[in-house]
């Protein structure tokens, strides 16, 4: 009776710690759907490979040596998204061991572009045209409206063991993410062993 009841209690926890969910988010005025396996903070990092701008595959979410941070745009040529991405190279480099990764739908020609354009060097830039995988794992892929198909903003900082330790769904799509509580949360995920 105690491994069925411990059986359950794994089951529910593991339900309640990655939802599936239909989020919504503000685009020009309107109200878009978002859909996939948002994971909440103290969930399991979902693992997804993203491609790189050489084409490479990278994985990220899971246990690493490293703090990862994953951060959602919906398009790299966006001036916002190219704010965004720029204000994280410069601030990243602050802390050791933190690995962060901007993902998109653009193709990685559009990624390969904006890094030599803009000089990035202390994050990646990579693209969920391939697999998928960010969209639907995390929760960030827009279901309708002119951004169907493409990703939110949002960002999800992960602790070394896989664990999310801070998440943020950007509510209106034209703003910029809480850089302050991200570079907090990075900085305590950063200070446990």
Not at 134 to 146: A, F, K, P
């Amino acid at each position: 009776m105690k491994k069925i009841v411990t059986i359950f209690a794994f089951v529910v926890f593991s339900t309640l710690s990655m939802m599936a969910a239909e989020a919504t988010i503000n685009y020009n005025g309107e109200v878009v759907k978002v859909k996939g396996n948002f994971p909440i903070v103290g969930a399991k990092a979902p693992v997804a490979r993203v491609t790189e701008p050489d084409f490479s595959i990278k994985t990220i979410g899971g246990k690493s040596d490293a703090v990862q941070v994953v951060a959602t745009v919906p398009s790299i040529d966006t001036p916002v998204c190219s704010a965004q991405s720029k204000r994280f190279d410069d601030e990243i480099k602050q802390f050791d061991g933190v690995d962060m990764t901007v993902v998109s739908m653009d193709l990685p020609y559009a990624d390969d572009r904006f890094c030599k354009g803009q000089g990035i060097k202390n994050i990646s830039i990579a693209s969920d045209f391939a697999y998928r995988e960010v969209g639907e794992n995390y929760g960030v892929i827009v279901t309708d409206g002119e951004l169907k198909g493409l990703l939110v903003r949002a960002v999800f900082v992960i602790g070394k063991n896989g664990r999310v330790v801070y998440q943020e769904i950007v509510p209106n799509v034209g703003d910029e993410p809480d850089y302050k509580k991200i570079m907090q949360a990075i900085k305590t995920a950063n200070s446990h062993k």
